[in-house]
């Protein structure tokens, strides 16, 4: 028995050229109102930009059989990337106009298996520190009742982007 999804994304390069003139929280929340396009991303795993603020992002999506790995649970991978996008997005929150943000690495903790029953999953993250060329910045996974799910840190590096 086959199933499938379709999905659609918008061009990516519109954001990406606008990035650099807004500070990371006015674009982020550009993003969020639909008035920038989302990241392919997004509209790939069925994930929301939810909420967004000084040092803080989340995220959430409903875990479906399309997130599977072969065992019949989530994939670490869509973990990782809720994970990677909050904190990042974390980072971004607080940079000014003209500046973006690379990960640099992830750790990711995962202490709980995530499957279609667990219901909406989301991804909150925060600034730890942010310096003049990286920032350290943190995220959880947590269901519906705030059990954690996972756990993640990372640094990011910092760097100008053409205005």
Known sequence: MGRSRT??????AVSASAVGHYSGLDFLREVQ???LPAPPITA?????LDEVEHGRAV????PGEEHYNPIGSVHGGVY?????????CAVQSVLPPAMGYT???LNVKFLRPVTVDTGRIRAVGTVFNSGRRTALAQAELLDEADRLLAHTTSSCLLFPVPV
């Open 59 to 62: 995220f959430s999506l409903i």
């Open 44 to 48: 790939t795993l069925g994930m929301t």
């Open 7 to 12: 999905y659609d994304w918008e061009d990516p």
């Open 33 to 35: 109102a639909g008035r």
């Open 80 to 88: 990782a990337t809720l994970l990677d996008s909050a904190a990042g």
């Open 103 to 105: 990960s640099l690495d």
